[in-house]
């Protein structure tokens, strides 16, 4: 997450908060998907750090889990059976966010509801972590769910996107989420580190080479349409 982007925040809100990260991060757990393929199990190991998808280890650090028994949340550092090694990505985390002023946002627990949700708070962790993670959710048949940043992946994951993959992401936001379309697209263009320029309703997003795309907004940060050269 770069402080440009957190720049756009004009209160703190946590639907704001959740909207300026989620455009980069669905884009590489999109592409997380893709590398990962098809597995039918998955497991973790607590002493060793890891996620084991069938019978690949994945190097882990530990974000929190959700049980939809009580519709809580737990952040990975208070839960006593995991070593203090394997959380200490989500308590970098949480004092990235402290300095960014946004400290109100990190739950060590919380109920949950339809407003602050154990996916959201993925996806917010994951957007300022200190370093490239995407995140890997697994759930039980006794309904706990678990959250874990995922490291040593490939850096093609987290490299920036051409425009036309830009618009797919935000399409797909879009369209499942109820978001200021704005400050979504304009928090997205600066994560995937595109110049932005601005004109009223317009904002302008240059990908590179001939590559720019124009939005054109309402007067409530609604997306009405956009145009340009994909690539």
Not at 38 to 47: A, I, L, M, Q, V
Not at 105 to 118: H, S
Not at 216 to 224: A, I, K, P, S, T
Request: proline share 2%; net charge negative.
């Amino acid at each position: 997450m770069k402080e440009e982007a957190v720049k756009l925040l004009k209160n703190k809100d946590y639907m704001d908060l959740y909207t300026i990260s989620i455009g980069k991060v669905m884009a590489q757990q999109l592409r997380f998907i893709d590398y990962l393929g098809e597995f039918s199990k998955w497991n973790c190991d607590f002493t060793k750090g890891e996620i084991i998808l069938d019978d690949e280890p994945f190097d882990a650090q530990f974000i929190g889990s959700s049980s939809i028994h009580d519709n809580s949340w737990f952040s990975a550092e208070v839960e006593s059976v995991i070593p203090d090694e394997y959380v200490e990505l989500i308590m970098q985390t949480r004092n990235r966010l402290r300095k960014l002023g946004l400290e109100d946002f990190y739950y060590e627990k919380i109920e949950l509801d339809d407003y602050i949700t154990a996916d959201s708070l993925a996806v917010i962790y994951t957007a300022f972590a200190p370093e490239n993670v995407c995140y890997f959710k697994g759930s039980s048949d006794d309904g706990l769910t678990l959250y874990a940043y995922i490291k040593q992946l490939p850096e093609t994951i987290y490299e920036k996107i051409g425009s036309n993959e830009f618009i797919s992401v935000v399409m797909r936001i879009i369209e499942n989420f109820s978001l200021n379309h704005r400050l979504l697209i304009e928090s997205f263009l600066i994560n995937n580190d595109c110049e932005l320029t601005r004109d009223g309703d317009t904002t302008i997003g240059a990908f590179g080479g001939d590559s720019n795309i124009k939005f054109e907004f309402d007067e409530y940060g609604r997306l009405l349409k956009y145009s340009g050269t994909l690539n």
